[in-house]
T-cell receptor
């Protein structure tokens, strides 16, 4: 069964460094999302992406964050200058069709630790 | 703004017993969907069950069923014949309906332990 994959599973970085989190959505999916989950807290929406454009972003998604679909298969989240509070689990999700009842398929997540 | 609340941070159930996880939500929309996601220790988010707001009939998926009370804005999950593999974090979630694509709004989660 097709699934969303994410790499790396765990990334450790120093504060101020740039990180790129990678996601490979399910191949025929067209809508992509990033969420994050700070340890012990709820899953929060970061950004949605369709047709090579950001569709919606939350207040968390400030100028330090960017997303890209560089090659038609990968979907990346870049954090330009990481802060301690960026430490969290980052989930990528994708879906093929728009519509509230459709299932967003989630990847296994990347645990980001900022030291 | 839409919000999702889960008042039980932790729950436990004996194996083979039944447990109910609570969820309430707030929205002014009439067209929306509600979901329960399971997040096991592996951290992968798995859809357990979904409910369309327009449908009065409660959704069921094998041992999982919901009690959807639209007027009360309540959406509880019942797990029957609990198994060790049901131990996980369970998130109640909301998504606006219609044909547009929209984010999922998650509740804070309930950690379920299954006691052998």
């Amino acid at each position: 069964e097709p699934e969303v994959t994410q790499t790396p599973s765990h990334q450790v970085t120093q504060m101020g460094q740039e990180v790129i989190l990678r996601c490979v959505p399910i191949s025929n999916h067209l809508y992509f999302y990033w969420y994050r989950q700070i340890l012990g807290q709820k899953v929060e929406f970061l950004v949605s992406f369709y047709n090579n454009e950001i569709s919606e972003k939350s207040e968390i998604f400030d100028d330090q964050f960017s997303v890209e679909r560089p090659d038609g298969s990968n979907f990346t989240l870049k954090i330009r200058s990481t802060k301690l509070e960026d430490s969290a689990m980052y989930f990528c999700a994708s879906e093929r069709y728009p519509g509230g009842g459709n299932e967003q398929f989630f990847g296994p997540g990347t645990r980001l630790t900022v030291l | 703004a839409q919000t999702v609340t889960q008042s039980q941070p932790e729950m436990s159930v004996q194996e083979a017993e039944t447990v109910t996880l609570s969820c309430t939500y707030d929205t002014s929309e009439s067209d929306y969907y509600l979901f329960w996601y399971k997040q096991p220790p592996s951290r992968q988010m798995i859809l357990v069950i979904r409910q369309e707001a327009y449908k009065q009939q409660n959704a069921t998926e094998n041992r999982f069923s919901v009690n959807f009370q639209k007027a009360a804005k309540s959406f509880s999950l019942k797990i029957s014949d609990s198994q060790l593999g049901d131990a996980a974090m369970y998130f109640c979630a909301y998504r606006r309906g219609g044909t547009s694509y929209d984010k999922v709004i998650f509740g804070p989660g309930t950690s379920l332990s299954v006691i052998p």
